[in-house]
């Protein structure tokens, strides 16, 4: 029998991070029996994907906007803004080592991040 299944009000519940300044940099998995923590399982390293995430989101809206000004016939506009998205790409570049389908791999996949129970 494990310690677990001899406890009677066992919990696991996420905790943090708690200010907005450090979104995803910690996460805690804590197992508790009442008030007692009796297991912990930290996480860390997430803030590197929500940055990937923002900046992919705005290198997708300059793909959007830079044809739209050729669209409308205001030429330059289009050449500075694929420039700039290029610059977003060379940051994914220097990060991943891939410039177009950048990627971040997790050894064990999600299924290791996830409580077992």
């Known amino acids: 029998m494990t310690a677990l299944a001899t406890r009677k009000d066992i919990m696991i519940v996420n905790m943090g991070p708690h200010h907005p300044s450090m979104h995803g940099v910690l996460r805690l998995i804590l197992t508790l029996d009442g008030e007692n923590v009796i297991d912990y399982r930290p996480i860390l390293g997430y803030l590197h994907i929500v940055i990937m995430l923002e900046l992919s989101r705005i290198a997708s809206h300059l793909l959007w906007r ?18 700039e998205r290029e610059l977003i790409y060379d940051l994914f570049k220097a990060a991943t080592g891939m410039q ?15 409580p077992h129970g």
Do not use: E
């Open 100 to 114: 177009m389908m950048h990627n971040y791999f997790r050894i064990g996949g999600i299924a290791a991040d996830l």
């Open 66 to 83: 830079g044809p739209f000004t050729a669209n409308i016939g205001a030429q330059t506009p289009f050449f500075y803004i694929f420039r």
